[in-house]
């Protein structure tokens, strides 16, 4: 199945400067030099791995681009087999040409994360390195990155697979003692067997926890705005994200028509989650958004109320009501009541909003003021000291569910060896530990587990 | 000036598998030896052109990606300089840490199409080679994208070059002979002086007149599609779409939600232009619809008139008045009379029909019958020899306008040299001649024009 040629684009879709078409397989080079002519007239066979090729793609006798070719020799590729890198230009008709041309002569369209399929059918990478790459893709700050990177450089999937290993030393001296059990002889020694079981023990309770914080940084930590319509959100949102993004919308060289509702504070995502106004209560209409309101805190980790200083000036009152209700009825979820629009008010009208309502910020969307002291707020909010202190950390349910899995065997192996059970019975526990450490690392697989991993992936990777 | 080292990301922006960043200058390896860890300690300076290194983008301590980043050493470089091109993965964040680690390494943002400038400035390209590039990358069908190509590997720039310098060398004959004036010498031959003229004269009103052809395949053909709502428009487009692109929207794994405008049919752009219904004429508001429809009518260069058949099966008559109203209108412009829906009328219906409309298509969007028809009718409308002969063309309204005067010119010199003009005369016109030749391929250029064709650009290019 996996000795054809595949191709894809590999960078994104649309117009650039240039694009990068990528073929893999035993015909790679073969298949690229019947369409490639170089400059100098070189064969491309002959060429030596990791070299670049000016030259021409021919369509027979059309040129369809000028191209950089380059040319990777398994083993030493991404996927492990042959690989060929075609830069040109980047116009989309271009693209399509090449691949079409690649098409005719014997390759074979790439499925969604084929190529990084290859490499891990090939050993170039274990399944949590591979799936570790989709993240690094996908990841927009730096929290979620940092995690991407350290997970596809092996720091979480070594961890596991040096474990694995000695478990399955124990369990083979275990399986070795099943054959001499008339002998009644102990290859294993138990005590060191329980101080790896409690080491193990250790590892993946550390690791099961820190799935609630790797799962907030890869999903984002949801954020619910709550306030009546035109208190200034989507200017506190353009405030936050220019605190953070200033720089980088700029070099992105792209127009932001909309503002996004992900953005990064300190390197961690906030989702920010949209909700309609709370005080419309008058009529049955009215009463759905209240209880939309209530649902999006519910789906939130922080609620941020925001009301107008300025309008709501006379009114602080009402305000203040309207905080007990959210904080009664939500007692355990942060709540950050910001007091907008504040440049407009005068001193004494400032700290009647500080007597009326307790430990408000006060903030002026406008000027920026305050705005340094939310995003810090919104930071304290989230244990990030794990990652602080550069922990490894689970961000994958999948691998959430197997650590959870294996933990449980585990489990049954101490209270096994606790209460001296027999070789026979300990093995199969110690194995289906092993088969839950081996679905992490991808020693243990099978077809549709792979095709649902790479199936996220996207076509070119 | 060019002396700084820029830098920009060369692929489109978004997320995809993999992005390139590509840095050029004198300074571009030193910079990026500073942030780059091979896997086997290379000391980037020490690499041959050409050649590919896998290692890491590192920001202090900090591992930013796992990169493969390609070397090329001045003059084998798209710019002429050092080029380093770095291949990360393709998520926005990543790109934009890597580039801002380069900013602040000493790195400039590139402006949009610098490094083509570069290339330019550094004698790699000349100028209608340049601009060629930038029309490769925005063309979307085989037309355009043939002759830009044809342009960008100097095909109409070295033939204007060519006359150039037999041009300048006459010149600097006719020019002696000023500094001998009073021995009055000839020393450029001026039968084979006249012979050049004319050869110059012929070329220069061929790429004149292929200007036409070249404008309408650059630009696409702009199609007025009028009729009624609902008469099957969309579905038109669509079966157009299928007929020649069903294969290439499989390909580029995109989802096509919206119709495109433009549609390329036999390697031809057509751009379908929207109209408002012509037949709703009953108050002011309607007739503002009837004036669209002619306002579109006027600036398209073909016609489609589409009507339900099946609607109008007993009402044919008004339909032959309104095609008449159109024709008579605009008897110079091509006018396409589509019978749509055909697939529900018997042989009588459909015998009526060709009956009482000259000149009608019957077909039908829905089951495809009569869409081949149709792009052939649309094809033979436009005079393609020149393409299917594969002469230069002329697309740059920049070029036609230096051509129009250097054409201007020549003439002059032309009649000069017929009636015996004295050779500082005649020095002057062949001058000017020769200054906008040089327009074209950009040996006469300043800062303006140059601003004006790279401003065209995409920032990468």
Not at 117 to 124: Q, Y
């Amino acid at each position: 199945m996996h000795n054809d040629t595949i191709v894809a684009l590999a960078t994104p879709s649309g117009s650039g400067a240039i694009a990068v078409i990528r073929l893999s397989g035993s015909e790679a080079i073969t298949i690229a030099s019947k369409c490639f002519k170089s400059v100098t007239n070189k064969d491309l066979k002959e060429q030596s791995t990791h070299t670049i090729h000016l030259g021409h793609i021919m369509d027979a006798k059309k040129t369809v681009d000028e191209v950089l070719l380059s040319v990777f020799k398994n083993p030493n590729s991404y996927t492990g087999e042959d690989v060929i890198e075609i830069s040109c230009h980047g116009s989309s008709y271009i693209q399509q040409e090449i691949i079409q041309l690649f098409l005719r002569q014997g390759c074979r369209m790439a499925t969604a994360g084929e190529f990084t399929l290859r490499a891990f059918l090939n050993g170039k990478l274990d399944l949590s390195q591979a799936e570790a790459v989709a993240d690094l893709i996908s990841s927009d700050n730096e929290a979620s990155h940092q995690i991407a990177m350290q997970q596809m450089r092996g720091g979480f999937s070594s961890e596991i697979a040096k474990l694995r290993e000695e478990l399955l030393n124990f369990a083979s001296l275990i399986e070795l003692e099943l054959d001499f059990a008339e002998e009644d002889v102990e290859f294993a020694d138990r005590t060191q067997f329980k101080q790896l079981i409690e080491r193990i023990n250790f590892v993946l309770k550390r690791l099961i926890d820190s799935f609630a914080v790797g799962n907030v940084i890869k999903n984002g930590i949801p954020v619910a705005i709550v306030g009546e319509p035109n208190v200034g959100k989507s200017t506190l949102l353009n405030a936050l994200l220019n605190e953070d993004r200033a720089i980088v919308s700029e070099i992105a060289g792209t127009t932001r028509d909309t503002i996004e509702d992900e953005i990064s504070i300190g390197g961690i995502g906030f989702r920010f989650i949209d909700t309609a106004g709370i005080r419309e209560t008058k009529d049955v209409v009215e009463s759905i958004g209240i209880k939309k309101t209530f649902e999006k805190i519910e789906q939130s980790q922080v609620t941020i109320y925001l009301f107008d200083a300025q309008k709501n000036s006379d009114n602080l009152e009402a305000v203040r009501i309207e905080v007990e209700k959210i904080r009664n009825k939500y007692p355990q979820k942060p709540l950050l009541v910001i007091a907008n629009k504040i440049d407009a008010l005068d001193d004494l009208q400032l700290a009647e909003i500080n007597r009326t309502i307790a430990d408000v910020l006060l903030l002026s969307a406008k000027t920026g003021f305050g705005v340094e002291q939310l995003t810090s707020s919104l930071l304290n909010l989230i244990n990030t000291g794990a990652l602080r202190n550069n922990e490894t950390i689970v961000t994958n349910s999948r691998h959430y569910d197997a650590l959870l899995k294996a933990f449980e065997e585990i489990q049954k192996v101490q209270h096994g060896l606790e209460t001296g059970l027999s070789g026979d019975l300990l093995a199969i526990d110690i194995r289906q530990a092993l088969y839950h450490f081996g679905e992490i690392t991808g020693e243990i697989t099978n077809d549709d587990l792979l095709g649902n991993i790479f199936a996220n992936f996207c076509i070119g990777k």
